[in-house]
């Protein structure tokens, strides 16, 4: 359309010979050179709004969701992340920022847990009113159950500060493959606590939902747990689901899961990480719906969005580092969108691209400069692809 109107512009606006013409030829009562001169102006004001609402197309801005989820930043890179926004994101078609954010803000109500060089309270504010200005919503990340560490040693403050909270891993730790820990569900203090960090976090952004991990739980219903031991594995997962819901919904805030835990991982065929082999699966029958599940799939993209709409789930499809694997899984959400039913349609809502490193890194390598490594690389460009800036 915009070549089209640009050519009819060149023809009316370079041609002054042949609008004499018409009105000679025309010449029945109609103006034709104030008509044309009408249109010209008419022109010219909508060439002049298009930059304003128009992307560089990709489909992604048919969509109501178009997210983007990365690391929060450190203080010292607060001011390239402001600049990110204001000349970067604010370019592309990106309504919706998840800000891992998890021990990364200085916390009043649990000051023991924030990290050493945490954002302050005005730090966050002033990411979330950047965002604002281009209307994107920012949405915290804080990983509830599982994710309280990375492999064996690298502990996050949760159970660094309370390593009562644990469940206790046992042998498992001893695997070399060894992923995260996790805390106990049903351990009888945990959830004033890390309800305490939810509750500050919404309130320091002012947001509308929170993204709670709940992602690669393996260690879950342990033998070493005498609460957990031997109890049914979807019904622990569900009930820790349930119960976060459950305090989230009394301030009608949206809560954000990944999708992984629900999804059969021998049917699907996609593995124990981007599906559960720790039968926590069923579960997707017993959590409740209002939970709005993010489909991370990278490698391969499985017709899961469709599974999760049709369960009864708003579904976000998120992608990774492999350009086409996110390219068609951001067709297939705007074919399966074209061709189902409003119910269906309405819970298929769109799509994220998810950055796994720091902003500094993503960053670097956004500007042309060196990339951490190949799939880091690869996330980048997968960004770009789906996320381009505007053409202006
Ligand atoms: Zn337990």
Known sequence: ??????????????????????????NAGINMKKYFWLMRKLLVAALLLLPLS???????????????????????????????????????????????????????SHPELADKNALSEQQVKSLVNTAAKYNIEIIPIINLLGHQSWKQDNIRSLLTVYPEFEEPPGKKLLDKDFYTRAYCPNHPEVHDVVFALVDELVEA????????????????????????KGKDKAELFASEVNRIQAHLAKNKIAMYIWG?????????GIGKWAASKNDTYRAIDLISKEVIICDWQYKFAPPTPGYFAV??????????????????????MIGMRANSRDTIKNRLQGIMHTYWGSFESFYQCYQGKACENEVKAGAVKTFISIYPKEKS
């Open 1 to 26: 359309m915009f070549r089209a109107s640009s050519k009819l512009f060149k023809f009316i606006g370079g041609n002054e010979n042949i609008i004499k013409k018409l009105t000679n030829k025309y």
């Open 311 to 332: 369960k009864g789930f708003n579904v976000i499809s998120a992608s990774y580092q492999v350009p086409s694997v996110a390219k068609f899984q951001l067709n297939n």
């Open 260 to 268: 992984d835990r629900l999804l059969d991982g021998n049917i699907t």
């Open 54 to 108: 128009t992307w560089a197309v990709t489909g992604a801005e048919q969509l109501p969701v178009r997210s983007f989820a990365i690391g929060s930043p450190t203080p010292d890179k607060l001011d390239d992340f402001l600049r990110f926004i204001d000349e970067d994101l604010s370019k592309t078609a990106v309504n919706q920022l998840f800000l891992r954010i998890n021990y990364n803000y200085q916390f009043k």
């Open 205 to 228: 952004f002012g947001a509308k939902g929170v993204h709670v991990g709940m992602d690669e739980v393996f260690i879950l219903g342990e033998e070493g747990c005498s609460r957990c």
